[in-house]
């Protein structure tokens, strides 16, 4: 069955690094772009990051830009989203997506990252 399953988040101190995984199974891969968002308490979920097939053309929301990298491992069905200079309003549950179209995509549990001194 499909899976998306996140990993690597936890608490860090204010201008820290975390590295988050998405390892991903049970569909076609290399034929997704694949997204980052994430969900503060009391908040909606924002789209974070975004990498198209073949590795190609990665944007981000303002709010992360020149602090987070998003990139791909085809060959291990892999995304991941390195974050720089953590603030606390990084704070959230970030969660993985693949995405073909708007109907054809998939989301994982989720994993926690915390930002406090």
């Not at 988040?9 to 975390?18: A, C, D, I, R, T």
């Not at 009391?42 to 073949?54: D, H, M, P, T």
């Not at 830009?65 to 989203?81: Q, Y």
Request: hydrophobic share 35%; net charge positive.
């Amino acid at each position: 069955q499909v899976q998306l399953v996140e990993s690597g988040g936890g608490l860090v101190q204010p201008g820290g690094s975390l590295r988050l995984s998405c390892a991903a199974s049970g569909f076609t891969f290399t034929r997704y772009a694949m997204r980052w968002h994430r969900q503060a308490p009391g908040k909606e979920r924002e789209w974070v990051a975004q990498i198209n097939i073949l590795g190609g053309s990665p944007i981000y929301a303002d709010s992360v830009k020149g602090r987070f990298t998003i990139s791909r491992d085809d060959s291990k069905n892999t995304v991941t989203l390195q974050m720089n200079s953590l603030i606390v309003d990084d704070t959230a549950v970030y969660y993985c997506n693949a995405i073909r179209t708007g109907s054809d995509q998939y989301w994982g549990q989720g994993t926690l990252v915390t930002v406090s001194s």
